[in-house]
């Protein structure tokens, strides 16, 4: 193979390309970014050589002094960042360095508004990395050794951050890998050792493996030449956090070691940091985010919490530990009872792991259940990122079922707004005297859902009601069943009873109109004929002609809706069809003795009662021109 062979230009993949423009021009006002994302880059590298070395001792060789080296070259106006971690192979500088592995990339990109301020808090939803290097360098320069490879293996990558890059082989003595940030025009306050310390102190400090520079000269007064100072000294604490107590960490030092686990810009909400000794024996330190990744809606996003074994590092992402409505979760869980050749297979069969993943859960809930008790205004701000990906909870876990009832959040007439802020206690404490149920509106949207003639009576009686329109809350209430003793009654479900909330003399009330219209019931019944399931006088209504039920066992409308929209075969329901006596339309409809009009007049009302739940007319058109006919007469 030649020379040339060696060396060769690559085009970045295109959304690697946008990333790094966008990187570059959206994160200027954060710069100092970049030697964080560096040193995680390089102690993740080292995490993963002590992993592998594991199972093959021999990629040590030499060296198992691990440590961080931060070099500065004020002529050449360089700074350097090396590790003695995994390296790369040729393949792997081409792949990790030229291309975002990440699924969901474009859609992201495309999430974008053009607004830099915006965009930079997005992409730090996504997650910085090595790009970062650009904000601060015209060049960068990356030189690596895979271990276990030989040292003519090596490889340089070079890129000046636009369309591509080069690769070549080289000589490399070590193993590890050596980025070179060839500093921009206007960058030279980082060519300041004092400024570099003060960063690295700022956010590795928490890193577990030394980060070492080279001691600042210092000019004596009588100035005999200042030599140069080859003694390097270790600049942070180098002591994984989690292992010191809680009282020896800083929140900012907590803040700091999140941003390293989880790869997010933003500070966590909240975080709780537990050992736990006895039977088992681990360390747990969890934290609640403030923004939703941008993948928490993909499937195949990784999640998961980051999982050590007696200090070292085993896998990032183990799923394992808590539950997939718990996916925003992020952390570290450190183990002295598995063993350090710990799989996923092993940890998806271990028993320990189940006992570890009860409490885990049951510590995260306990920080959302604090966060709401100390902080409501946080506390909806955590709801409208991670609400819905709760909702997931009772269905996914019954034991926790009682608490996370309790860290839901509903909008309800009572508010009268669609801010989703109502606990279900808050519900409870303003139920009517002798109220058992708690009731629920459920539909598209917001607007849907409070104008629902299902509503009427509940607004003359002045009951509460939630008002749901996300997708998935029939789907909880299905799961949810009651919540402390009360059951959950959907007010367009089944024969409306109102129990206690209804004195004797209404009921007598209704007894008596249900027979005075029994005869147009039962004409409407025969003009319906096989469009519904049963024709009823009902009490639900006070501005509304008629409105439309389901029986009390059947799927929710809003439900079968979005069923029937993702393509689902739902068996067909027949509705109830219930009409409003007080109404002047039913009432004229009682007293209409012409044939044609009665019959028009009866299928505006039933269409009208389609469209009020929101649903779709079988035959819009229809509708439309017996309305017309209608109104023609009226103004005859
Ligand atoms: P992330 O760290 O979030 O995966 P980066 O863009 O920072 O994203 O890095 C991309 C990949 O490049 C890393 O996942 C890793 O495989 C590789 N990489 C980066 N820096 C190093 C390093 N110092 N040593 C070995 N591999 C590295």
Redesign the pocket.
Known sequence: MTVEAHKETLGFQSEAKQLLHLMIHSLYSNKEIFLR??I???S??ID?LRFASLSEPELLGKDSDFKIRIDVDKEARTIS?T?N????TRD?AIT??GT??KSGTSQFLQSLTGDQQKDSQLIGQF?????SSFIVAEKVV?E?LAAGTDSSEAVRWISIGEADFEVETIERPAR??T?ILHLKADQDEYLDGWTLKNIVKKYADHVSVPVVMKKEAVVADDDESVQDITEYETINTAKALWTRSRSEVSDDEYIEFYKHVS?DFQDPIRWSHNKVEGKLDYTSLIYLPAKAPFDLWQREAPRGLKLYVQRVFIMDEAEQFLPLYLRFIKGVVDSNDLSLNVSREILQKDPAIESMRTALTKRALDIMEKLAKDDAEKYQEFWKEFGQVLKEGPAEDFTNKEKISRLLRFSTTHTGAATQDQSLDDYIGRMKEGQDKIYYVAAENYHTATNSPHLEVFKKKDIEVLVLYDRIDEWLMSHLMEFDGKQFQDVAKGSLDLGVLEDETEKENHEKVEEEFKDLVSRITELLGEKVEEVRITHRLTDSPACLVVNEDEMGMQMRRILESAGQAVPGSKRIFEINPEHPLVVKLNDEPDLDRFSDLTMVIFDQAMLAEGSQLEEPANYVKRLNKLLLELSA
Request: charged share 15%; net charge negative.
């Open positions: 994302e560096l995680a880059n390089a993740d590298a993963k960042i590790d971690g995994i390296g790369m792997d990790h360095l975002i592995a997650g910085v990395g090595f790009y990356v690596t590890g890998t980025v790869h």
